[in-house]
């Protein structure tokens, strides 16, 4: 396997996209500009230098264009804005222009797979069964007796997929909710319109976008029940066809059309790895997909040694480079998930040593937990709320954000602010520097191939190396300490608790400790 990977990336040039580390950015609570409680594109600026001192290289920024924000910019109601809470288009140009200033690159969110029932094409469509824009979302008629069309559930709410638009009496598709209509990705005037969508954003220089349930695009036109035992599932988690390959060819075609190796991450949130694998086409599809099982491991060696070789397994054959991702905005945090700051920073020791493209998510580099949110401050449908809360500048009272902010602070919100934690330097903040700076710095860590090595149980223990350079990573997902056997001699770069950095490393794990090894 080694072998192989290493002559693979010999071979080609590395894109920006494969040797970068991604810092995802939720807008509405990153940073907050105008003293509104919600964070804005003008926040986001501000906090450019910040970002560029941690040591990340490209930002994602969730979507911040026109919405009614039933699904907190995820129901999109005009592509080609931004919403004013937000700020405005000039000030989304200021930013990509600060942005590229500091060498970071900027991703936007691109939400192809459903609109907000306020986007004008929808609020058409809906207007008559006779109008131009019908066919752009997927309208079907009730059975005699009133039927739904098909048994397809939507995400959220545990509701049906379906929704009955009283105007004209046929029912439409939403897999998210009734207020993120479907579009209809086999009508070719759809597709137009989003490659224009696309265009918009690029010509104003943006690198690349993540793009929103992408998977979820094309549809069987004959719209198939599920077998019922799958019906519980939102079919959003199993939609997987064929014509959706076609649509991203032709998308990537339309990310070719510009120079700069512009760049999509897909959210393909398929049930395996191997389903994600197919959304790398050929190398003519999506340029990274996120692969969630991961994500949803347990703490626990074993089946991190199974998601890593199984990465490798499916993804390497077909040329695909992997991402790795451990939080966002839809799930628990992992440093709540996990369970202690301990096992958080081993995390960060995990996430940017591996093998393929990392993304952070904002504030896991304070190690924030989810916010407790009390059930009169709950505003997401879906039980989001938690790992949306405020990121914490300042110690201040108000942590720099001149406002009560949207949603309430996470735990801590004194000791893990950004101020706090970089002042620190022992901290975890100061962890994911180091670790970003060191990952910067290896040819082995950025491309090299991934080998790993027997470990006692327990322990993890995998090499990474290119051109020469090499890295060893011994990771005790334990709470007992350990001691492990490596040839040769070798010094401690990164320690996740801090200890013995720059000392020769003696075989000896504290618990939930990971340590980055170089050759001494
Ligand atoms: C996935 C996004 O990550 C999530 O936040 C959103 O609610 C759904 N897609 C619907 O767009």
């Known amino acids: 396997m080694a072998k192989a990977q290493e002559k693979r ?20 609570s ?7 409680g919600v ?45 004013p809470v937000f700020g405005t288009l000039d000030d989304f140009d200021a930013l990509v222009a600060a942005a590229h200033q500091r060498d970071l690159r900027v991703m936007i969110d691109w939400v192809p797979a459903h609109t907000s029932d306020q986007h004008p094409w929808f609020v058409e469509a809906r207007a008559s069964r006779d109008n131009p824009k019908r066919n752009w979302y997927v309208w079907r008629d009730p059975g005699p007796k ?32 009734a207020e993120q209509p479907d579009l209809n990705w086999n009508e070719p005037a759809v ?49 997987d066809e064929d014509i959706t390959h076609e649509h991203l060819r032709a998308i990537r075609r339309v990310l070719d059309e510009y120079d700069g190796d512009r760049a999509m991450v897909g959210e393909v949130s ?59 905005h839809d799930q628990k945090r992992h440093r709540t998930r996990y369970g202690s700051e301990a096992r958080a920073r081993a995390a960060a020791v995990l996430l940017l040593t591996l093998r393929g493209t990392p993304f952070l998510y904002m504030g896991e580099e304070l190690g924030l937990e989810d916010a407790v949110v009390p059930p009169e401050r709950v505003v997401d449908p879906s039980d989001r709320d938690g790992c949306r809360a405020p990121v914490p500048w300042t110690a201040a009272s108000d942590h720099g954000w001149g406002a009560e902010p949207w949603l309430p602070w996470p735990p801590e919100p004194e000791a893990r602010s950004v101020e706090t934690l970089r002042e620190d330097p022992e901290s975890i903040l100061q962890l994911y520097r180091r670790l970003l700076g060191a990952r910067r710095q290896s040819p082995a860590l950025l491309t090299g191939s991934l080998t790993l090595l027997a470990s006692p149980e327990g322990v993890l223990i995998w090499e990474r190396s290119r051109d020469g350079d090499r890295r060893t990573v011994v990771l005790n997902f334990a709470s007992q300490a350990c001691t492990v056997e490596l040839s040769g001699e070798q010094r401690i770069e990164v320690a996740s608790d801090g200890c013995g950095e720059g000392e020769p490393f003696t075989g000896n794990l504290a618990a939930d400790q990971a340590l980055l090894l170089k050759p001494a």
Not at 30 to 36: I, K, R, S, T, V
Request: hydrophobic share 45%; glycine share 6%; with cysteine.
């Open 270 to 328: 398929l049930l395996s790895t191997e389903q994600v694998a197919a959304y790398y086409g050929k190398g003519d599809e999506l340029h990274l997909s996120f692969n969630f099982p991961p994500l949803f491991a347990p703490w626990e060696a074993e089946p991190w040694r199974q998601h890593i070789e199984r990465s490798a397994a499916v993804l390497d054959p077909i040329d695909a480079w992997p991402s790795w991702v451990l939080s966002n």
């Open 39 to 83: 964070g804005d594109l003008a926040g986001i600026e501000s906090r450019l230098d910040y970002l560029a001192w941690l040591g990340v290289d490209a930002i994602w920024i969730s979507p911040f264009f026109r919405s009614p924000m039933k699904d907190f910019g995820y129901d999109v109601s005009d592509y080609c804005d931004v919403d």
């Open 191 to 239: 597709v137009e319109a989003m490659h224009q969508t696309l265009r918009f954003w690029l010509d104003r220089g943006v690198d690349g976008f993540r793009a929103d349930v992408v998977h979820n695009i094309g549809k069987d036109p004959a719209l198939p029940d599920v077998e019922e035992r799958l019906a519980k599932i939102p079919h959003c988690a199993l939609n």
């Open 146 to 177: 009133g039927e739904l069309p098909n048994n397809w559930r939507a995400a959220f709410l545990k509701k049906r997929a379906w929704t009955l638009d009283e105007t004209t009496g046929q029912f439409y598709l939403h897999s998210f909710l």
């Open 9 to 28: 990336m010999a071979k080609a040039q590395v894109p920006w996209w494969q040797r970068a580390v991604v810092y995802q950015i939720y807008p509405r």
């Open 30 to 36: 990153f940073c907050d500009a105008n003293a509104d």
